[in-house]
T-cell receptor, first 112, second 110 residues
Framework: ETGVTQTPRHLVMGMTNKKSLKCEQH?????MYWYKQSAKKPLELMFV???????ENNSVPSRFSPECPNSSHLFLHLHTLQPEDSALYLC???????????FGSGTRLTVV | GIQVEQSPPDLILQEGANSTLRCNFS?????LQWFHQNPWGQLINLFY???GTKQNGRLSATTVATERYSLLYISSSQTTDSGVYFC????????????FGTGTQLKVEL
């Protein structure tokens, strides 16, 4: 365990479903991130929250909706996804811009 | 945006061999990290190294920020070193935006 916990580990959902990914950290970090990792592509930054405020939205479609209720929790709400959204979704946290990032184990999402 | 290039893209080693992985980046950075992703997808932070040299056991890393490259050295490789090694950088003044390279896929064989 890295100190960043993601649930669920695996998720299969239909295109009309609504689901949420959860990320939790108790490292005292104040920045949290969502990344997407598709096959044969570099990791892509989706969202950044710093001090619970969204500071980056990297041109992500509105069918992905993040939520950061406090500095320890981050959610990614999913609705009406497409098959091409199937990927590994990784959460990370850091102490703002100082030091390294800690990643969770990821949620492997399959959209059918 | 910043370009992050890693080489080689693929590497096969015999157990016990040494290797050097390279990361080139196209802009000034204030954050550079090396990660190892195991076959199950877990990303582990190996080094936070915006400049200088660090060592951790059989691994060491050197970043020459003025020349915009970083090197990761793996000595006496083991099968558990297999996986993908990523370099990731944040542009100076670019905020919390870690950009990843395409990675080096390493396989260590007996």
């Amino acid at each position: 365990e890295t100190g960043v916990t993601q649930t669920p580990r695996h998720l299969v959902m239909g295109m009309t479903n609504k689901k949420s990914l959860k990320c939790e950290q108790h490292l005292g970090h104040n920045a949290m991130y969502w990344y997407k990792q598709s096959a044969k592509k570099p990791l892509e930054l989706m969202f950044v929250y710093s001090l619970e405020e969204r500071v980056e939205n990297n041109s992500v479609p509105s069918r992905f909706s993040p939520e950061c209720p406090n500095s320890s929790h981050l959610f990614l709400h999913l609705h009406t996804l497409q098959p091409e959204d199937s990927a590994l979704y990784l959460c990370a946290s850091s102490h703002d811009q100082k030091g390294g990032y800690t990643f969770g184990s990821g949620t492997r999402l399959t959209v059918v | 945006g910043i370009q992050v290039e890693q080489s080689p893209p693929d590497l096969i080693l015999q157990e016990g061999a040494n290797s050097t992985l390279r990361c080139n980046f196209s802009d000034s950075v204030n954050n550079l990290q090396w990660f190892h992703q195991n076959p199950w997808g877990q990303l582990i932070n190996l080094f936070y190294i915006p400049s200088g040299t660090k060592q951790n056991g059989r691994l060491s890393a050197t970043t020459v920020a003025t020349e915009r490259y970083s090197l990761l050295y793996i000595s006496s490789s083991q099968t558990t070193d297999s996986g993908v090694y990523f370099c990731a950088v944040e542009v100076t003044g670019g905020g919390n935006k870690l950009t990843f390279g395409t990675g080096t896929q390493l396989k260590v064989e007996l």
